[in-house]
């Protein structure tokens, strides 16, 4: 389908992160800055921005900071088309160690947060704005949001000066009426925003779901290479792009660095379809029982994870 | 959603067959029919139904010739409510050695074909139908025939007595807009006839495309035990069960079974999302140039692929 106002984001560094601490070599994030480049992406999330005295630099990789140096090694001035992004979750990030926009290689803020949360991300997102940057508002696990909690939340996005807000699939849960049900509730609480799409591959449905976004009129849309993200991972950067049909988009550095960066990683990382994550998606739940399933030495033992889980909820 | 019309076959032993010639251990093919049963799945499709001096039993496992013998040994007289599914290719079977029903445990034969060999399809149908067997046509490669042949093909079905007629992506190319597209040209061609539904995984739709299918009014449902089958494989049965809302189906039995028959084929067999299978899906080419690059000791080298397809799309 092509649409011009249609913009394309690369969250692999961002959301693969999270299965691994952010601990990318240079040579990968390096790779997959120069893929989007080259394949005329039109944002790349590179991370988180968090504050430096609330995760430990040990433990975490420097994709959980996004430090100006840090970025800066990887794109010098980034004299490019691709716009660069980072996530801030809500109370991890000072609003002073925020520098203005001038100073900064940083283009886009994408704050997160729950429905519960939304005036300090409105708060937050006002804050860089007012510092020059762009912001848009991602709040995630729409799927646990009650009704009136929701027309709470888009009464308030309306109100706001905040240009973009995501529908995000937290647990990869939703179906396509549910697609259709929330983007039409979002477009016509929202006149004159951009609405985003962010999805989770529980139940791959991630593309298709994306899909379905598109036909109901959202304009910015979150993949990652190969699929890779937190737990299930997100929509195939590769599958969106061969639907997509502006020219500008070039499918072919997105296989290469697939090829050469992302398919090792498989090696080391469970990301994608797998039983557990399944379950999660489909029963609607948080993946961290599935996640720490996964990380356990009977990952494979599907049957007792099921169990679990269901004898979870029957009590 | 819960629609009792609503039927499911499971086609992990044909299809999955087309990835290892048919070549199950006779345990593997008793696990997938104990689960089928166990799970309440209506009908399970145990191989194709061929001449045996057209094929070898040196080559072919049991599964290509469905031999009676062959079957009683898995499933004795079937004394289930799963009923027993066989698949015939036009011009791979010859009449006089279908037995009468009376003396088969088959229940159903699919009738597979292109849209050239609808008559013969329909003559194959019939006369199995003539012989007390429940019957469908199967016509493949629906998204590389052209309008004026689909119509033909839908005014013949129309006129014949075959009660189900299916919608089949064999190269996993559809879109949802073209699953809608389809099934409604199907339904209005076919009125009081029932439409299935058999999907492939190439672009990660095969699940969305069957869910999209079951909305727009299909009630025959093909799945396979974690998505087997050639190529990308199918949809995957414990998502579509995931979303089926009819008590009858337990899921757990189908879990019992991927963990231990179907998972343990992962290391020998690559179905499922790769690189080279989503780049014939998303040109809407058969898989066969990916198969022989995935069967090839460069399997990985994806972006070799790329380029030898885009080449040979440009001459």
Redesign the interface.
Known sequence: MYRKEIKVLDCTVRDGGLMNKWQFSKDFVKGVYDSCVAAGIDYMEIGYISSEDQFSHDEFGPWKFCAEDDLREIMGDNNTDTKISVMADIGRIKYDDIRPKSESVIDLFRVACYDYQIDKAIELAHHVMDKGYEATINMMAVSKVSERALNQVLEDVANSRVPIFYLVDSFGSL???DINNLMQRYKSALPGKTIGFHGH?N???????T??CI?DGANMLDATMLGIGRGAGNC?M??LL??LKNPKYK??PI??C??DYI?PLKKDIDW??F?PY?ITG?QNDHPRSALAWMASEHK????SY??SVVKNKEI
């Not at 139940?203 to 779901?209: G, P």
């Open positions: 179906y396509s009426e591959n139940t791959q449905l991630a593309f298709a779901n899909i379905e036909i195939p590769e599958l061969s639907f499918i072919e296989i290469k697939i090829q398919y994608g379809y039983i399944m489909a494979d033992d599907y049957l099921y169990e």
